[in-house]
């Protein structure tokens, strides 16, 4: 569990830096440049899809509607489940924007979660065919960085202990500017952290043995057999 807050981290850049309070920027200008170098760390955890960041939206399904509006904190989707009436969920796979006109009617399982494909396009999920029933789908997705308001609220849980030294340095960096003589050994130090665990993130499920997962065919078999 990381104890950071914003509040700590900002007093770390300022330290880095050199800069004693009540210098050249105010405390929300200093919360800004805290906030900037979370959001770097935030999507070092992101593009790693490792599991790191998850959140979930529930969405209501109405007929012959398509298009869903995303929530404002989608960033990447990571799979949509369609909640049947009696409690069981089955896996909505993507489909390829080349797909995009090949499931205007469904067939044979009209419908059934094994019909739905969905896509993330712009800021709605888009589902196809059109649902011809109501009920529910979840979407689970990694979410995009949420700036820290409070000195007194922590980062983000999923952030390893230690990591936001990368996000202090940042601040640090950001506090002298790019004239400063200290500026380039500071960008160096974050650049240098950025590195370190970019490599420590994609290595989270090293170990784990790989399969092939036919995604299509379990949803039809539970639907089939019940497994």
Do not use: C
Request: hydrophobic share 35%; proline share 6%; aromatic share 10%.
């Amino acid at each position: 569990m990381n104890t950071a807050t914003l509040g700590s981290i900002v007093a770390w850049g300022r330290d880095l830096a050199g800069l004693p309070v009540g210098g050249p920027f105010s405390a929300d200008r200093w919360r800004k440049f805290a906030n900037q170098g979370l959001s770097e760390l935030h999507y070092i955890l992101a593009e790693s899809y490792a599991d790191w960041l998850e959140a979930t939206q529930s969405v209501a399904l109405v007929a012959d509607q398509t298009d869903y509006p995303l929530a404002s904190t989608v960033y990447k989707p990571l799979s949509a489940d369609y909640v049947s009436s009696d409690g069981q969920n089955y896996n909505i796979p993507r489909f390829m924007l080349s797909e995009r006109n090949d499931r205007q009617a469904a067939s044979g399982w009209i419908g059934s979660s094994s019909d739905y494909q969905m896509r993330i396009i712009g800021a709605v999920m888009r589902l196809q065919p059109a649902p011809n029933a109501t009920g529910t789908v979840t979407l689970t997705y990694i979410p995009a960085h949420r700036d820290l308001a409070q000195d007194d609220e922590p980062v983000h849980q999923a952030i390893p202990q230690g990591w936001e030294e990368m996000a202090a340095y940042g601040a640090a960096m950001r506090g002298v500017g790019p004239l400063s003589p200290e500026y380039a050994e500071l960008k160096g130090m974050r650049d240098e952290l950025g590195q370190r665990f970019t490599g420590y993130a994609s290595d989270r499920h090293a170990g784990e043995p790989g399969r092939v997962n036919d995604r299509r065919g379990s949803s039809a078999r539970r639907l089939l057999y019940g497994y």
